[in-house]
């Protein structure tokens, strides 16, 4: 057989189908696509860390555990001690860790529409089926819509981003209440944005037996150490923990959390500036006649109205200014574009840019 036909025949027809995940390049750009945090470190810090990661034992495996960083993380997090942790390669790890505890097993996983587009391409990729939750007018949750696809989907794990991503929106308590008291399945609330909301539904974790909550130090700072985690009661985690990998998180990570942890306060500080920057870019983004949607998270959303998305975001990037395009990935995303918050002086790079390709 050629190499080809060998192809053909062994890596089934979906993955040959299908395309990588695609990643911009964003060499020399203003970085506003993906919510990381613009800040860096002090350099006094950076050149400490350098001489922690310069002890690390690179020559053996990580702690399988990575317990140097369960109590300090706790204790910032203000995790209560009945609760469990289980880490991540990233949240995106620990998402397809649930998933992927369902295969061969029938039952489904469902995520609101639109929302955050991993829990459907780790559901396809581990061919378990997906089932999309409806959103109203407000891009709150549908509680007849969902009770209905509920009913017939019969999903075993619920994924409910609070807030949202895309939309930026948090999901009204009282109705994620109803959804979580009327369902047999887990509900997993991923609080990938706790940093920039005083929304907390860790108690929750406590309170339901159906309940846990997935957190991450992405969008606070740390999106190249890749570290997510699952908070949920000791009888959930030590299942989970069964199906994770034993080293997944690797030494120099787990090395730059610990330290990052020591100086937690420059990560809430950091975060305090995104958040006064989201009003601000907000403010300025409405006076220029963009409608802006609220944001609970560290990015917004802005109708282009009577501009073309698209043709922003190509002109913002001749800019050297990058942005996320929405337009065209859901039907209640047209012409929308997805601004990350970032430094006041990134903020007026857009705005400038956005200027001049408004008065062409
Ligand atoms: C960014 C994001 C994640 C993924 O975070 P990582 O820890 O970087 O994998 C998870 N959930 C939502 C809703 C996100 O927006």
């Given at each position: 057989m050629t190499r080809d036909e060998l192809i053909q025949a062994l890596i089934p027809e979906r993955v040959r189908q299908g395309a990588a995940y695609q990643i911009p390049d964003a060499t020399g750009m203003v970085k506003l696509d993906a919510m990381e945090n613009p800040y860096r470190w002090p350099q006094s810090l950076r050149d400490e860390l350098a001489i922690r990661l310069a002890d690390c034992a690179l020559n053996r495996y990580p702690d399988?555990?990575?317990?140097?960083?369960r109590a300090p993380l706790a204790q910032w997090m203000q995790i209560p001690e009945t609760l469990d942790l289980l880490f991540g390669n990233g949240s995106d790890e620990i998402i397809g860790l649930l998933i992927s505890n369902l295969i061969g097993t029938g039952r489904s996983v469902c995520a609101p529409d639109p929302s955050f587009v991993m829990f459907q391409v780790l559901a396809n990729q581990y061919s378990v089926p997906f089932r999309a939750l409806p959103l109203d007018s407000e891009f709150d949750i549908d509680v007849d819509g969902w009770m209905d696809g509920l009913m017939e989907a019969d999903p075993a794990l619920i994924f409910v981003p609070q807030p949202n991503n895309p939309t930026g929106n948090l999901f009204s308590k009282d109705r994620l209440a109803q959804i979580v008291e009327s369902t047999q399945a887990l509900i997993v609330i991923d609080e990938a944005y706790t940093a920039f909301t005083d929304a907390d539904y860790l108690d929750w974790a406590e309170r339901y037996p159906n309940v846990v909550v997935m957190r991450t130090l992405s969008k606070v700072g740390l999106a190249g150490s890749r570290f997510g985690m699952l908070i949920g009661h000791p009888e959930w985690i030590v299942e989970f923990d069964k199906i994770r990998l034993p080293y997944n998180i690797n030494v120099m990570s787990q090395t730059a959390v610990q330290f990052a942890l020591e100086y937690a306060s420059i990560l809430e500080e950091q975060s305090g500036l995104i958040r006064q920057e989201r009003s601000r870019l907000s403010s300025r983004l409405s006076e220029r006649g963009f409608s802006v949607w609220h944001s609970e998270a560290n990015f917004v959303v802005m109708d282009c109205g009577v501009h073309a998305a698209r043709d922003l975001f190509e002109g913002l990037k001749q800019h050297q200014v990058l942005v996320k395009c929405l337009d065209g990935s859901h039907p209640r995303l047209t012409n929308t574009l997805r601004l990350t918050v970032g430094t006041p002086d990134e903020s007026d790079a857009l705005l400038s840019a956005l200027d001049q390709l408004v008065a062409r």
């Open positions: 399988p555990h990575a317990d140097s960083i």
